[in-house]
């Protein structure tokens, strides 16, 4: 009896294991107006997947999201960094929006500049987009 109940705890343990390991990574952000995926193996054949809800869903559905993107009304750039870790590493001002080239406790990254880069932040008056590891197309 004893032998059956350390075998039935073991299996459990088992299958718990596995199933952290197969099951997919959590999403990058929080929230957001529109998440969005970047799926494909470079930018070259990037795809955006965009959804509004259930991200978490969608992306169980894609096989090969390389990057990820969230869009933000009233957006706290201070409290954004130190929700996710990060460091502005470097920064570029346009004519209309500033974009924050950051390292983070985030998964996916590129190197720019011989930086590894793997957050990537445009502030536009009080909006944001935030991407792992930068935001493909524009914003």
């Not at 299996?11 to 952000?29: G, K, Q, T």
């Not at 990057?67 to 009233?74: D, L, M, P, S, T």
């Not at 080239?101 to 793997?118: E, H, M, R, S």
């Amino acid at each position: 009896m004893r032998t059956a109940k350390l075998l039935v705890l073991i299996a459990l343990a088992a299958v718990m294991l596995a199933a952290a390991w197969l099951l997919p990574e959590r999403l990058c952000f929080d929230g957001g107006e529109s998440y969005t995926f970047y799926c494909g193996t470079s930018s070259a054949d990037c795809r955006e997947v965009t959804v509004t809800e259930r991200a978490a869903a969608v992306k169980l559905s894609l096989k090969d999201v390389c990057g990820e993107a969230a869009v933000y009304e009233n957006f706290d750039l201070d409290s954004f960094l130190k929700k996710v870790g990060g460091k502005v590493v470097f920064t570029e001002e346009l004519s209309d929006s500033v974009n924050y080239y950051c390292t983070a406790d985030l998964p996916y990254f590129v190197t720019l500049y011989g930086q590894k880069i793997n957050l990537h932040i445009c502030v536009r008056g009080n909006s944001a987009k935030t991407a792992s590891p930068i935001i493909f197309g524009g914003y």
